[in-house]
């Protein structure tokens, strides 16, 4: 998110990050190399080694454990290294769809998510930054994944409010009258939770842009050179939201695809989506079945690195002005 | 020399890191229960803190666990009893990373497990035993019952001490449904004459109500006791999953999806939405009227082809740190006081695992008084109903294939 402090209009500055000066070139030694990496100072190493301990070895001594576990290297129940649990799983139709499924609420979401929260912060700009709305829009941040999961059940179900409220209109019968809208075969419960979660935080988020790069003056100045009201939006709001909150954005559909709770919840049985699954295989009755929970979770991981690779190579520049 | 001494300073760190993974301090010292007296395991737990996995979904039996089990264990044996939750799944895979990664110690020292738990520990060879013989309690037990000293067909051999048992049971609004069905054939019938009115859950309890079906498709009683035998599951689950293709159309949500588990089940039967409900425990019915949750004219009975009666134990973890102290606990659960205080319906309504007519008196009195219950017939009305559990195997394959062919077409 450190990209966020370069101005928008004008092309990023292909300046080097300061450092020392090259002094020994292509034949500087690795421990030369390293300490020019982190600044020469403590201060940098300190906090090279603390990335590393923290936040890089933890996660590679998991996925290396996780990938000697599929290959029956490490485990309890192991006959010793096999790809057998790798050729039963690729042939699992149930993962593929867990796949598909996950990206599918990940990408539903983000686009409901992201033209509902411009749209509101754009039409709404001005209630939202003084009133009582600017408060009020706060408190959904204070809702937990689960609490808004539980929300949409007790809303959304064959005997939620909603469908009481239908009842009592005369507009169904019974229970299973209501239109499924949790547990339903469209996943419309899972991503209406998270679009609740995800909406008063970018609203928030696109109203301060809106204020740090000065859209409306922008805009104002684009009125005064003949630009319509659709060009001023489409043109010059919008690109510049959605190209200072990208990385958020980005965030968002990661954390949807990764999301545990609102599906647990929310979803059928089938397909699942790839948390619910890999927990599923991993506690399963069947101790045979945990190989594959770590397979999962490694195929998972590699989707989420390939979407941040190919979201910040081809992404990042695309509302660029 | 400044790069190097911090790359130093790194490796000392991922060490420390990978070593904190691998050890779990000192190994516990082995407790021999033949070496020892029953004085001396109530003197070395006194002082000890018990640490106890279990399920707590139901507020029953955390109020039981919580307010009557741990205060007594304080007051009179010193023992400082910790309530973690964790279920059965849970608990096999805590117990396996723990052996796995090398812990010396495990995380807790004794555990509520069930039938297929009790075969994955066996599995991984994580219980501590055989203990039964050296609780003093246990000569209250009931063990010659064949549904109480085997646990899905495998013998629990003192590895894990009963605690309760029960008997499933469907449950049924009367005002909704008069004359509930009895027969697979009623079942199917009842369905179609009103869709969208029955299901099953996909968890514990709905496989245990395939598990029955199962058993009267074979052709009931005994048909599927003993060993997991693949050819026989095969040719009778092809029959089970054709009758529930059968009903699928007609269940709740026309069959696409089933209710995660029973407390799902439950809320849907208390919403309306559905007629029928059903527990593994015959006697939940009354705890739940109880507690207001259930309406007042539901009513536990047992279809004509049976009901599977299954028995819960206590589990000690082979690296548990306070053996002694999870003893005294689990010879305290077992006491008459505890079994009589857990089977009446106000509290939890759990049957006993205790050979009631073996007690000294009062208790035999007490017992049948605590048994009575205005919402389930009595257990010896449905004894004759009985279905021991099925090799765990079948459970297994139950599991895997309700998804491959119901969930998943």
Known sequence: MSEGREPVLHPPSASAPPGPPDAGGARASAAQRLRRLVGGDGIGAVGLVLFVTIAVLPIAVSLGYALLYSIGAVGLLSDGLTGAHWQVLVQEAEIWRAFGWSLYIAGATVLLAISLALALALGLHRPLSEGPLSTIIYLPLAIPGTVAAFLVFQLFSGAGWMARVALTLGLIDTPAQFPDLVQDPWGIGIIAAHVGLA??????????????????????????????????????????????????????????????????????????????????????????????????????????????????????????? | MQAKRWTEWAGVLVALLLGAGCSGGEAPPPLDLVAVTWDEIEARAEGQTVNLAMWTGDPSVNDYMRGYVDSTLQARYGIDLQISSAQGNQIVSMLMTEREAGAAQSEFDMTWINGETFYQLRQIDALYGPFVEALPNRRYLDLDSRFIHTDFQQPIDGYEAPWGNVQFALIVDTTRVADPWQTREELADWVEAHPGRFTFDASFSGMTFLKMLLIDIAGG?????????????????????????????????????????????????????????????????DNKVAQGLFPLTSRAYVPAFGSIQNTHYWGIPQRAADKAGALVAINFLLSPEAQHRKLRPDVWGDGTVLDVDALPPPWPARFAAAAEREH??????????????????????????????????
């Open chain 2, 376 to 409: 389930a017939p009595e257990r010896s009305a449905i004894q004759d109903r009985a279905q021991m559990e099925l090799a765990p195997e079948y459970m297994i394959r139950l599991y895997d294939d309700f998804r491959t062919e119901i969930i998943e077409p």
């Open chain 1, 199 to 321: 909406v008063p935080f970018f609203v928030l988020l696109f109203g301060q842009i809106y204020e740090s790069e000065r859209v409306r003056s922008l805009m104002e100045l684009a009125a005064t050179l003949g630009a319509s009201r659709s060009q001023r939006l489409y043109r010059i709001a919008v690109p510049i939201l959605l190209k200072r909150a990208f990385t958020n954005v980005l965030l968002l559909f990661v954390a949807v695809l990764g999301s545990y709770e609102i599906p647990l919840l929310l979803d059928q049985q089938s397909p699942q989506m790839l948390s619910v699954l890999t927990m599923r295989k991993y506690g399963l009755y069947d101790l045979a079945d945990k190989p594959e929970a770590f397979i999962i979770a490694l195929l998972y991981t590699a989707l989420v690195g390939v979407v941040i690779a190919l979201a910040f190579r081809y992404g990042h520049d695309a509302y660029d002005v």
């Open chain 2, 221 to 285: 009683g005994d048909a599927l006791a003993g060993p997991f035998d693949g050819a026989t599951y095969e040719r009778h689950s092809a029959a089970l999953w054709d009758y529930i293709r059968r009903l699928q159309p007609h269940l709740w949500k026309q069959g696409a999806t089933f209710p995660r588990d029973v407390s799902r089940l439950h809320q849907l039967y208390v919403n309306g939405e559905v007629d029928y409900t059903m527990s593994n425990n015959d006697g939940e019915v």
